[in-house]
């Protein structure tokens, strides 16, 4: 339940969420309310998977690691 409805402010309660799931979910639960730190028209992307990863040189002989 959101808060400015009454609910708690209890760890179960909580929801984290980007800036625009928690506008589009305020507004459609009828809990929006102005934001001093509003963000809107800002753009807020997933995190980028990383599928790469560094390869080790070895050294000149290929014994071991540089």
Do not use: F
């Not at 409805?5 to 929006?32: I, M, P, V």
């Amino acid at each position: 339940m959101p808060t400015i409805r009454g609910g708690k402010d209890w760890y179960t309660n909580l929801q984290l969420l980007h800036d625009h799931c928690h506008d589009h979910k305020s507004a459609r639960d009828g809990s929006r309310r102005s934001r001093i730190y509003d963000k809107d028209g800002e753009t807020e992307e997933p995190d980028e998977v990383k599928v790469s990863r560094p390869v080790l040189k070895t050294s000149r002989s290929g014994d071991g690691m540089a």
